[in-house]
C-alpha cells in the first residue's frame, strides 16, 4: 500500500461525543492548535516531513528486541479532593492494562479478525509506576496535587503541566483532570505530544480521569484503551484515518480507514477504502483507530519498529536508559538497605472506615517490613498492606521500618492519620462570626502557609473581626486559598422538619471593569468525614462582587452595603443533606491576581444569617455544664421583653418535659433544668420558643 507523507497533526487528541443512537465517536480537536503552532514555528512542518520519513524507514526495517523496554510513569492527580481524586486502585488498574496492551497479552486478542493475526505485534514495552521522585525521595509514583487547574484544561495553555512536571527525559508524565476544553465538537478525552516536537515545557499526557482504567469514575466501553491510545502518539504514531483513503500513518500494515468516525461502531465487514492493494478491511481493532475501546486489540508490526525507533533515539531513549530506571527506582539497588515511606489509601477517616496502608519504599529490595499502627484494630502487622480501623476519634501516628540484608530503615510520621467520630461537635444553629481565631473551634486550613485565611481585625459584617484570603497583585493566578469547618450534625434539622440552609456574607469587588478577571469562590460539602467533598456552590464576577459596586483596585469593605448574602437555601434538595450528621464544609477561593475576599456570619441553621435569625437578633442562650449531672442552667439574654416557652424534646421534636412558659424581661435570665426525666448518656433539645420561632440546644446528662 502507498503511503503519502503529508502529516497533518502536531499534538495527538483522543476525543469523543455522543451521537442521538448513543454511539461513541472521536473527533480530533487539535487541527486549529497545530495551525496556530505552525504560524509561530514554521520549523515545525520541516520536523513533520522528517518524522514520516523516518517512521516509515523504520517500519520497512523491523528489528526483534530480545528484552523489553521499560518506562518509569508517574500519574499527577489534579484534583480537589472531589471524585476525580481517582484511587490508587484505579490507576493500577490502568497501568495493568497498558502492560496487557503493549505486550499483547490483552485478553481480547482473540476476537482479532483472521486477516490480521499475522501482523498483531507485541510490542514489548512495559510501564511502570516510578519509586522514587526527582527530589530523591520514595514515591508510589502517583502525584496528587490540590488545584482547580484540573476542572477544565484548555488544550491550548494547559496549566496543569506548568502547576507541576516531573523531567520528561526521566519520566512519563500522565496528568489526570476532570475534563478538557477544545474548540472542536465532542467532549476531548486526552492528548499526547509526538515525540518529534516536544520539549520539556509540553512533553506528556493529559487525560480525563474517567477515562482511567475500568474502575472507579471510568466510563463503561472505553475499557481504559484512551491511555494506550495517548502513549502510542507519545512514541510517534499517528491515527490509521491520518490522510483517508490517501493513507498518511507510515504504516503499509494498517488498511486506509476514510475518516474519523467510520469505525466507531466497529463494523464486521467495513472497508471504507479501496484504495489498498491488497484490499482489505478496516482495521477498527487497532489502538490508533477512533473505534470503541472494547473493540481495540492490536498494535501491527510496523506500529510496533515505530515506536521502538523512539526508544533508541532522544529524547524517548533516556527514559528507558538503565540509569534512569535505576535513578527512577524501577531497578532496586542491590548494595544498599532500602529507604522506609509509606502512603495511605486516606488520611482523614470517619471512625470504623478501614484504612489500607501501603509500603512505598525506596532505593533498594524489601524483604521485611514492620508497621507500628497506634490506635487501630491491628497496632502491629508485618503485611506489605495492612488494612486496619480506627474506632475512637483522634490523631494518630504511623510508623513503618523496613529491611534487608544491608541493613534497615524507619519512617515515622506523628499525626498521620485523623479518625473523626460518629458524631458532630456542632449542632445548628452554629454561627462563626470569626471574634477570635476559628482553628481554636475547630477550622482547618488545607491551604499551605502563604495561601491560608486569616482574622482581619478591622473589617466586618458584623462584630469587628471577618476571615480573609489575602489576595492582592503579587498573588499568583490560581493559588487556592482554602479552609473545612468542624463537622455539622444536620440530622438535629431533618428530624424536627425545619429547613436546613447554610449562609454568610462576603465582601469583594472586581479589581477591573473586566467581569471575567476575577477571583473564585467555591464551596464544598464533604459527607464522609473530609476524605472526599463534592461541589455545592460557584461564585465568581458579578455573582461574588457586592452589588451596584464599580471595579476598585486593593478593595476593603467599609460598610454592611459592600458585603453580598450568599446561600444554600435547601440543604435537604442536596442528597438529603438534612439526614447527614457528619457534615463537613470547605471554602475555596482561587486567585486571580486581584482582590482579597472576607467572609463572615457563617450559619448553619432554619435561618439566614444576619437576616433576624431569633438567637442573633433577640435571644442569646447557653447551657451550662453540658454534658450535666443532675441539673444545668439555661442563660437567656433577652433584647426584647417577650413570651418564652421552654421545652426539653427527643431528637424527634416530642416535647418530654416544659420547663417555663411565662413572660421573660429584657436582661439575663437563669433557668434551672433539673429534676428531668430523661437518661442519662442520651441527646436531648431545649427548644426555646419565642415569637419568632424557636432555636435548639443540645443537652447530655452524664451518669
Known amino acids: 500500500m502507498k503511503r503519502i507523507t503529508t502529516v497533518l497533526t502536531l499534538l495527538s487528541v483522543f476525543s469523543i461525543k455522543i451521537s442521538?443512537?448513543?454511539?461513541?465517536?472521536?473527533?480530533?480537536?487539535?487541527?486549529?492548535?497545530?495551525?496556530?503552532?505552525?504560524?509561530?514555528?514554521?520549523?515545525?512542518?520541516?520536523?513533520?516531513?522528517?518524522?514520516?520519513?523516518?517512521?516509515?524507514?523504520?517500519?520497512?526495517?523491523?528489528?526483534?528486541?530480545?528484552?523489553?523496554?521499560?518506562?518509569?510513569?508517574?500519574?499527577?492527580?489534579?484534583?480537589?479532593?472531589?471524585?476525580?481524586n481517582i484511587s490508587r486502585e484505579q490507576i493500577l488498574d490502568q497501568v495493568r492494562i497498558l502492560n496487557q496492551d503493549f505486550n499483547f497479552l490483552n485478553p481480547n486478542r482473540s476476537k482479532i479478525r483472521s486477516q490480521f493475526t499475522a501482523v498483531a505485534a507485541d510490542c514489548q514495552i512495559d510501564f511502570k509506576l516510578a519509586n522514587i521522585d526527582p527530589a530523591g525521595k520514595c514515591t508510589d509514583g502517583i502525584n496528587r496535587v490540590y488545584s482547580p487547574f484540573g476542572v477544565e484544561v484548555d488544550q491550548a495553555n494547559a496549566k496543569v503541566k506548568s502547576l507541576v512536571r516531573w523531567d520528561y527525559t526521566k519520566y512519563l508524565n500522565i496528568w489526570v483532570v476532570t475534563s478538557i476544553g477544545s474548540s472542536g465538537q465532542g467532549i476531548t478525552l486526552g492528548y499526547a505530544v509526538f515525540p518529534f516536537a516536544t520539549s520539556a515545557l509540553v512533553d506528556g499526557i493529559v487525560v480525563r480521569n474517567d477515562r482511567v482504567g475500568?474502575?472507579?469514575?471510568?466510563?463503561?466501553?472505553?475499557?481504559?484503551?484512551?491511555?494506550?491510545?495517548?502513549?502510542?502518539?507519545?512514541?510517534?504514531?499517528?491515527?490509521?484515518?491520518?490522510?483517508?483513503?490517501?493513507?498518511?500513518?507510515?504504516?503499509?500494515?494498517?488498511?486506509?480507514?476514510?475518516?474519523?468516525?467510520?469505525?466507531?461502531?466497529?463494523?464486521?465487514?467495513?472497508?471504507?477504502?479501496?484504495?489498498?492493494?491488497?484490499?482489505?478491511?478496516?482495521?477498527?481493532?487497532?489502538?490508533?483507530?477512533?473505534?470503541?475501546g472494547n473493540c481495540m486489540a492490536m498494535f501491527t508490526?510496523?506500529?510496533?519498529?515505530?515506536?521502538?525507533?523512539?526508544?533508541?533515539?532522544?529524547?524517548?531513549?533516556?527514559?528507558?536508559s538503565a540509569a534512569n530506571l535505576l535513578a527512577t527506582g524501577i531497578t532496586p539497588n542491590s548494595a544498599t538497605p532500602p529507604t522506609a515511606a509509606f502512603s495511605s489509601s486516606n488520611r482523614v477517616v470517619c471512625a470504623g472506615e478501614p484504612v489500607t496502608f501501603y509500603d512505598v519504599s525506596c532505593k533498594a529490595t524489601v524483604t521485611a517490613r514492620s508497621w507500628t499502627l497506634t490506635g487501630s484494630s491491628s497496632p502491629s502487622s508485618t503485611a506489605e498492606s495492612p488494612v486496619v480501623v480506627y474506632q475512637t476519634a483522634g490523631k494518630y501516628p504511623v510508623s513503618l521500618t523496613v529491611q534487608n540484608a544491608k541493613g534497615s530503615n524507619t519512617s515515622s510520621v506523628t499525626d498521620y492519620i485523623e479518625v473523626i467520630g460518629p458524631d458532630a461537635a456542632l449542632y445548628p444553629n452554629a454561627e462563626e462570626k470569626f471574634e477570635s481565631d476559628p482553628v481554636s473551634r475547630g477550622y482547618l486550613h488545607l491551604s499551605p502557609v502563604g495561601a491560608r485565611w486569616a482574622v482581619a481585625d478591622t473589617v466586618a459584617y458584623t462584630g469587628s473581626k471577618s476571615y480573609q484570603a489575602k489576595i492582592t497583585s503579587s498573588v499568583a493566578a490560581g493559588t487556592v486559598f482554602s479552609f473545612r469547618t468542624p463537622p455539622y450534625d444536620l440530622s438535629k434539622l431533618g428530624k424536627l422538619g425545619l429547613p436546613a440552609r447554610l449562609s454568610f456574607y462576603a465582601a469583594y469587588a472586581l479589581p477591573t471593569a473586566d467581569?471575567?478577571?476575577?477571583?473564585?469562590?467555591?464551596?464544598?460539602?464533604?459527607?464522609?468525614?473530609?476524605?472526599?467533598?463534592?461541589?455545592?456552590?460557584?461564585?465568581?464576577?458579578?455573582?461574588?462582587?457586592?452589588?451596584?459596586?464599580t471595579s476598585k483596585p486593593g478593595f476593603v469593605p467599609v460598610s454592611k452595603s459592600q458585603w453580598k448574602l450568599l446561600s444554600l437555601p435547601s440543604l435537604s434538595s442536596i442528597n438529603r443533606l438534612d439526614t447527614v450528621k457528619n457534615a463537613i464544609f470547605r471554602f475555596d477561593v482561587i486567585s486571580n491576581a486581584g482582590n482579597s475576599v472576607w467572609l463572615d456570619d457563617i450559619n448553619v441553621s432554619q435561618w439566614y444569617t444576619g437576616t433576624h435569625t431569633v438567637e442573633t437578633d433577640e435571644v442569646k442562650a447557653a447551657i451550662y455544664p453540658n454534658p450535666a449531672r443532675e441539673s444545668a442552667t439555661l442563660e437567656l439574654n433577652l433584647t426584647v421583653g417577650m413570651p418564652v416557652n421552654i421545652d426539653i424534646c427527643d431528637v424527634q421534636g416530642r416535647v418530654i418535659q416544659t420547663i417555663s412558659k411565662k413572660y421573660m424581661p429584657v436582661g439575663k435570665s437563669l433557668i434551672t433544668l433539673g429534676n428531668l426525666a430523661v437518661d442519662n448518656g442520651t441527646i436531648y433539645l431545649v427548644r426555646i420558643q419565642t415569637r419568632n420561632g424557636f432555636i435548639t440546644k443540645p443537652i447530655t446528662f452524664a451518669p
Open 515 to 549: 467581569a471575567t478577571a476575577t477571583e473564585v469562590l467555591r464551596l464544598y460539602v464533604s459527607t464522609d468525614c473530609g476524605n472526599s467533598f463534592n461541589q455545592l456552590l460557584e461564585r465568581s464576577g458579578t455573582g461574588l462582587a457586592y452589588s451596584g459596586g
Open 214 to 292: 475500568t474502575i472507579g469514575t471510568a466510563v463503561p466501553g472505553d475499557s481504559g484503551r484512551t491511555l494506550t491510545h495517548e502513549i502510542g502518539h507519545w512514541l510517534g504514531l499517528f491515527h490509521t484515518f491520518q490522510g483517508g483513503c490517501n493513507s498518511q500513518d507510515n504504516c503499509d500494515d494498517t488498511p486506509p480507514v476514510a475518516s474519523t468516525f467510520t469505525n466507531a461502531n466497529c463494523p464486521a465487514n467495513g472497508n471504507s477504502c479501496a484504495t489498498d492493494n491488497p484490499n482489505l478491511p478496516d482495521q477498527w481493532e487497532n489502538y490508533m483507530d477512533y473505534s470503541d
Open 20 to 84: 442521538a443512537q448513543f454511539h461513541h465517536e472521536h473527533s480530533c480537536g487539535t487541527e486549529l492548535l497545530y495551525q496556530q503552532m505552525l504560524k509561530d514555528d514554521p520549523s515545525l512542518a520541516v520536523k513533520r516531513e522528517a518524522h514520516s520519513q523516518e517512521a516509515r524507514a523504520a517500519a520497512k526495517n523491523p528489528t526483534r528486541r530480545a528484552a523489553k523496554y521499560t518506562i518509569p510513569v508517574v500519574f499527577h492527580v489534579i484534583h480537589t479532593n472531589g471524585p476525580e
Open 301 to 320: 508490526l510496523q506500529q510496533k519498529a515505530i515506536m521502538h525507533s523512539y526508544l533508541v533515539k532522544a529524547p524517548r531513549s533516556s527514559n528507558v
